[in-house]
Every structure is written in C-alpha cells, then in structure tokens.
C-alpha cells in the first residue's frame, strides 16, 4: 500500500468523502459511504435526492429497523474484519492488476489508454484497424492544417 498513501494526499482537506463500498470492501452494491467532516452537513443528504441511497435506507429503517441496521453495519464490518493488513494486501493486490490490464492495453493496437489510472479506474476503448487508420490520417491532416498560416480576411 506504499503508492496508497500518495493516493489520498490531500483527503484531510475534503468537507466529505464518498466512496462505493462494494468495490474493495465486499458488500452489495446499494451500499455507498459518504462521510462528513461536519455531521451537520450530512442533514442536507436527505433532502437534495429522491433517489439516495441514504433516503432510501432511512425510509426502510422505519418499516423494517432490523434490515436497515443489517444493511448498514455490513460496510463497517468488513472493514472490521479485514483490518489495516487486510487491506493493504486488498489494495496491493488491486493496484497489481491494475498495472497488468494497463500494460496489456498498451501492447495491444485494438486498444487504447484514456487516462493515467488513479485509484484502480482504468478507462479504455476498442480502436478497430479501420478506424484506427482512418483516425492517424486525420490527425495527420490536422497537424498539416494547424502548422500552415490562417485563411486571410482581407
């Protein structure tokens, strides 16, 4: 997890942190995370969506308490259970493939980079033969047409 820690320089800054906990920490889908450096500010979370995971959670907590406490503890019980050592071996793990799949992608001409990957998200795009000659050519055109001198206007 060495690479981690420059990862989330800078974190301590943020009013609120939000991440989706069935990426690294195993559970379903439905639950996100959002915490607040000032808890009056998670008020504002039930009211700015009709959707919100949180909204909908809350509502369920009325009807049925129990599941809602289920649903809720699941995220902090897998960081329980997994621990610092846990998850450094998660996070390592996850940052090696990352690496691999980029690798892979840039090797391979069908396939292009979008972006330098950052917390494990890597973008990409199938780039067939055709399109990817056709698109070399108008790059080529383009790069001619911006070093020749503008139209006149006068």
């Known amino acids: 997890m060495d690479g981690a820690r420059e990862m989330m320089r800078g ?8 991440m989706d906990a ?6 379903p889908n439905s639950l996100g995370i959002c915490v607040f450096k000032n808890v ?5 979370l039930y009211h700015t969506s009709t959707t919100s995971s949180a909204r909908v959670l809350w509502t ?4 049925h308490r129990r599941l809602a406490a289920f649903f809720l503890s699941q995220p902090w019980a897998a960081i329980k ?3 610092r050592i846990g998850y450094k071996l998660l ?3 996850a940052s090696d493939l990352q690496n691999t799949f980029v690798k892979f992608i840039e090797r391979d001409p069908l396939f292009e980079l979008m972006n330098k990957p ?6 990409y795009r199938f780039v067939p033969e055709e399109l990817g000659s056709l698109m070399n050519t108008l790059n080529e055109e383009s790069g001619k047409n911006s070093s020749a001198s503008p139209p006149s206007t006068g």
């Open 91 to 93: 996070f390592d793990h």
């Open 40 to 44: 009056d500010d998670s008020r504002f």
């Open 81 to 83: 259970i997994c621990g």
């Open 22 to 27: 069935h990426k690294l920490l195993y559970v």
């Open 11 to 18: 974190i301590e800054k943020a009013d609120s942190v939000a």
């Open 118 to 123: 950052e917390l494990f998200i890597v973008n």
């Open 60 to 63: 369920r907590a009325g009807y």
